[in-house]
């Protein structure tokens, strides 16, 4: 068993290098090899690029800030936050404060993250503030591309 903890871990590279060995193969060098074909993949990556690509810019929030701050509650995560703080809005994750983050204005009721803290395995996305036919929020939904945690399981309805 091999356990790794890492964006750009050897996890298969060892457990190839382990079996080569054991096998009496070849000496190969797998951590060049895995990695030149992960940095060849994140390089064909063009999911980022495209969505700011789509970005329109120019927009207006059609949502009012006072709308928009409060508390959201997702069923697999527990709550969010929205507040005001020093003039800018941050979204604020009651369970995981190294997510917190600002949030800037992107596009429409969209808004791009900004996490304080960097993060290992999504760089960019965004959020999308929903409401009903009269202009109540009823929610968030993410956008965060990335392979490792799947921000859509966290969209979040409005509480009061």
């Known amino acids: 068993m091999v356990l790794t903890n890492g ?3 050897p996890t298969n ?3 190839y290098y382990i079996l080569d060995r054991f096998l009496n193969r070849d000496k190969k060098d797998w951590s060049k090899e895995m990695l030149e074909s992960y940095d060849q993949w994140k390089a064909s990556d063009t999911r980022i690029a495209e969505r ?3 970005q329109i810019k120019g927009t207006q929030p059609i949502l009012k800030k006072e709308a928009i701050l409060g508390r959201y509650h997702a069923d697999i995560y527990g709550n969010f936050e929205v507040v005001e703080k020093d003039g ?4 604020l994750w009651e ?8 949030l800037k204005h992107f596009n429409y009721d969209s808004y791009e993250v900004l996490w304080k803290e960097p993060q290992a395995w999504f760089s960019f996305g965004t959020i999308k503030f929903e409401s ?3 202009g109540k929020v009823t929610g968030i939904t993410f956008d965060i591309p990335n392979d490792d945690f799947f921000f859509d399981e966290m969209n979040a309805k409005r509480v009061e």
């Open 52 to 54: 700011k690509e789509k």
């Open 7 to 9: 964006v750009k871990a």
């Open 132 to 134: 009903d036919a009269y």
């Open 13 to 15: 590279a060892i457990a």
């Open 88 to 91: 800018k809005l941050q979204l």
């Open 95 to 102: 369970h995981t404060p190294l997510l917190n983050s600002s």
